[in-house]
């Protein structure tokens, strides 16, 4: 039953991409309850505010909402909000506790997604942007946008 969500997007950090220039992107495993694991299979998680700390050679994610589910444990709920705890090998580790101490770096998530019916999260060593950098993506997208429509146009009139 598991494989059936395999591939699936489970939750995005879109404003990542507009505050951030992502360098390099990890794949990290996540340690969750099993309420926590069916509430994101539905769907109920937001990683918009979220962020990844290293402590002690481990790497936390703080801020990650994670709905409790309305059948679980009703007496004993989960903290939504509550420091998880990620899995990645000690050499990748090292090497994000390295590149993410230089000035301007953070480590962001950018997705929740399922591979191998395991939940996991997508890491990205980002460089924050400033102001004018951020207009100067809009406008390329934008600008990007309009020639795609364009061609769109162009196509229907040849046809």
């Known amino acids: 039953m598991a494989k059936k969500n395999d591939g699936k997007v489970l939750a995005q950090n879109k404003k990542a991409s507009h505050d951030y220039f992502i360098e390099d992107t990890y794949e990290a495993g996540m340690v969750l309850t099993g309420t926590e694991i ?13 962020f990844a700390t290293i402590r002690n050679g481990e790497i936390h994610i703080h801020n990650m909402h994670i709905s409790p589910f309305e059948q679980g444990n009703r007496n004993n709920p989960d903290d939504p909000t509550r420091t998880r705890k990620l899995l990645l090998h000690k050499a990748q580790i090292n090497k994000l506790l390295g590149l993410s101490k230089q000035e301007g770096y953070s480590i962001v998530p950018l997705k929740i997604y399922v591979r191998n019916g395991y939940a996991k ?6 460089k924050g942007k400033k102001q004018y950098d951020k207009r100067d993506t809009a406008a390329k997208r934008d600008a990007q946008r309009d020639i795609q429509r364009a061609l769109r146009e162009k196509q229907k009139i040849a046809r």
Request: no cysteine; hydrophobic share 40%; aromatic share 0%.
């Open 38 to 50: 069916k509430s994101l299979r539905n769907g109920r998680a937001n990683i918009g505010d979220a």
């Open 121 to 126: 999260l997508l890491l990205g060593l980002g």
